[in-house]
């Protein structure tokens, strides 16, 4: 059985900093692309980030260079670093993993992906 767990969300202070990190188990090998998604109350779950094992990285359009997406294929590790947090950026933070390697792709649609994390809470007070 295969387990994302992310873990580094919390409570900040808008201007703070914070890594999410979200770490694969199971009968998973290397995963192809891995990503990061975060739903917003009342909005949809978008795409934020995510990096192949090759380590081609895709971000959002939307997104300011605030967000820093990164690999540790070793641990089949993602990590997150969001850096000058915003209220906006108040969400649940999702990983998700592709089971099979398809070299740089990272689409964002979500069915694309096979396993998903529980996420983790992600706050920014003004």
């Known amino acids: 059985q295969v387990r994302l767990v992310e873990s580094g969300g919390g409570l900040v202070q808008a201007g703070g900093s914070l890594r999410l990190s979200c770490v694969a188990s199971?009968?998973?090998?290397?995963?192809?692309?891995m990503v990061w998604y975060r739903q917003a109350p009342g909005k949809q779950r978008e795409l934020v980030a995510g990096?192949?094992?090759?380590?081609?990285?895709r971000y959002a359009d939307s997104l300011e260079d605030r967000f820093t997406v990164s690999r540790d294929n070793a641990k089949n590790a993602i990590y997150l670093q969001i850096d000058s947090l915003k209220p906006e950026d108040t969400a649940v933070y999702y990983c998700?993993?592709?089971?099979?390697?398809?070299?740089?792709?990272?689409?964002?649609?979500?069915?694309?992906?096979?396993?998903w994390g529980q996420g983790t809470q992600v706050t920014v007070s003004s």
């Open positions: 199971g009968s998973i090998g290397t995963p192809g692309a």
């Open positions: 990096v192949t094992s090759g380590g081609t990285t």
């Open positions: 998700a993993a592709r089971q099979r390697r398809d070299g740089g792709k990272i689409p964002s649609g979500q069915d694309f992906y096979d396993y």
